[in-house]
Antibody, heavy 122, light 107 residues
């Protein structure tokens, strides 16, 4: 079955750019939506945004000015870049897949990657 | 912006008991609604999608109901592995924005 694996630096300095990649294995990257969701330590889940395999994107308005998602179908990867990070961006970052529902993204995420902890600190 | 409120914050029960978890949305946003289970150190696991459909491999003791602004997750008889945090999540119709509830801990 499809598996997702996040990768990237575990430590980022304040004001710098956080960059993560999610690799899709065991399934196709085509005809799905791919999303990033984060969870600050001891806190709840926060949706960051999604990208369709074709490259169209939609972001949480809370992040819109700082976040860029991209996809590389040849590598079966999609990526997150978040600029101007602060300590408040310290979190476990999950990637996840969503199906197509009609002409929209479906209303749920499955499966999820295991998550990767990113700490923002000097 | 839709806000989801989950109640109770913590549900203290014993194995074999019935668990009823609630999630209320600040405004109606269709039935693109899901429930997830999360155990410490793990990714969330999809339990219920479209408010009442069990995801693949999810035991029948988990059921979801509701529509509009009020949704419920019921675990008919708690198994030891069911003690975890449960999150609700809603997708608004347009633009498609995803919102998670703050979680209910079943302990």
């Amino acid at each position: 079955q499809v598996q997702l694996q996040e990768s990237g630096p575990g430590l980022v300095k304040p004001s710098e750019t956080l960059s993560l990649t999610c690799t899709v294995s065991g399934g196709s990257i085509y005809s799905y939506y791919w999303s990033w969701i984060r969870q600050a330590p001891g806190k709840g889940l926060e949706w960051i945004g999604y990208i369709y395999f074709s490259g169209s994107t939609n972001y949480n308005p809370s992040f819109k000015s700082r976040v860029t998602l991209s996809v590389d179908t040849s590598k079966k990867q999609f990526s997150l870049k978040m600029t101007s990070v602060t300590a408040a961006d310290t979190a476990v970052y999950f990637c996840a897949r969503a199906d197509v529902s009609g002409v929209l993204i479906s209303g749920w995420f499955d499966p999820w990657g295991q998550g990767t902890l990113v700490t923002v600190s000097s | 912006e839709i806000v989801l409120t989950q109640s109770p914050v913590t549900l203290s029960l014993s194995p074999g008991e019935r668990a009823t978890l609630s999630c209320r949305a600040s405004q109606t946003a269709g039935n693109a609604f899901a429930w997830y289970q999360q155990k410490p150190g793990q990714a969330p696991r999809l339990l219920i999608y479209d408010a009442s459909n069990r995801a693949a491999g999810i035991p029948a003791r988990f059921s979801g109901s509701g529509s509009g602004t009020d949704f419920t997750l019921t675990i008919s008889s708690l198994e030891p592995e069911d003690f975890a945090v449960y999150y609700c999540q809603l997708r608004s119709n347009w633009p498609p924005i995803f919102t998670f509830g703050p979680g209910t801990k079943v302990d």
